[in-house]
């Protein structure tokens, strides 16, 4: 796919009008980690700000933020400096010109914002669902694991994306952290996507197995927002703190990415 397919594409990933009265939000979420949250949360990010759309990416790791790594960027300020009570959340907002959308960095290797008290969390959620009134699509690219930061975004976001690849141990790390967001949430919309796989049935077979257990076993039963394939430039873009988009924009992953943007 061209460049100039994917610019070409707004109409497709226009958002109507009312955008900021919905909810906004998409949380990117997994269960196990090293699954290409962080990644696919970049790379829908810059989708759809080439598309004319007004976006934030919001780095929802609080224990291991590295949206800013991803991206090259250096920020004045992060999240830490937030949770700190130092600024309010909207002068964290820093712009990734390369991209053509804004980003709240979070803070690596501290562990008291991972700890922070429900209460500070929810402020914070509650921020975010403000500023959020100002962007058409706001992504937060969230932490591994079950724990009470992950949850409380996971569960209050319009859209939760849940990643995983055809690994077993992310199979059952997706069906635990599903069972889990349920339980708090049973109207949630969870669409699945499936990451990093050899080809497209392979993907839609691993699908197939998470969508039967969630339905037989929580009577809930995610939808598939795509599969995304295996790809070596994946690896390279990220290596050189650069988005896919811009790098390699006829990648393979790159095109199944803009397919699920064109659902979201
Ligand atoms: N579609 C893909 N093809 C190849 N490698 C991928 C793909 N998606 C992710 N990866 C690899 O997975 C690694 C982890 O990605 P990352 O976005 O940091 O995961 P997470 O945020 O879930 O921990 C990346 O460094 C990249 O090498
Ligand atoms: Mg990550």
């Given amino acids: 796919m061209s460049i100039s397919r994917i610019i070409s594409l707004p109409s497709k990933l226009a958002v109507s009008d009312n955008a900021a009265s919905r909810n906004n939000l ?32 919001f780095d929802g790791d609080l224990g291991l933020a590295n949206v800013d790594i991803q ?39 501290s562990g008291s914002l991972a700890s922070m008290p429900v209460s500070r969390l929810q402020m914070m959620f509650d921020d975010l669902r403000l ?23 996971a569960e209050n976001a319009g859209k939760l994306l849940v990643v995983c690849s055809d690994e077993p141990t992310s199979l059952t790390d997706a069906y635990a952290f599903i069972k889990i967001i349920v339980k708090e949430n049973p109207k949630i919309d969870i ?15 691993t699908f197939a197995t998470l969508q039967k257990a969630c339905k037989g ?5 995610p939808s598939l927002a795509g599969i995304i394939r295996k790809d ?10 650069t988005s896919i988009i811009t790098t390699y924009p006829d990648a393979d992953a790159v095109s199944d990415v803009l397919k699920i943007a064109q659902t979201l």
């Fill in 191 to 205: 669409r699945v996507v499936v990451n990093a796989v050899l080809s497209v049935r392979e993907g839609e077979r």
């Fill in 71 to 109: 991206l090259g960027l250096i920020t004045p300020y992060d999240l830490g400096a937030v949770i700190a009570g130092k600024i309010p959340l909207t002068h964290a907002i820093a712009p990734c010109k390369a991209g053509g959308f804004d980003v709240i960095a979070g803070r690596s290797g």
């Fill in 232 to 241: 070596a430039r994946v690896r390279d873009a990220i290596r050189s703190q």
């Fill in 217 to 221: 076993f929580l009577n809930y039963t």
């Fill in 26 to 57: 998409i949380a990117v979420a997994s269960g196990k980690g090293g699954v290409g949250k962080t990644w696919l949360s970049v790379s829908l990010a810059h989708l759809f700000a080439k598309a004319g759309q007004r976006v934030l990416l």
């Fill in 131 to 153: 500023v959020a009134q100002q962007y058409d699509k706001v992504i937060i690219d969230l932490g591994a694991g079950v724990e009470r930061a992950v949850r409380l975004f």
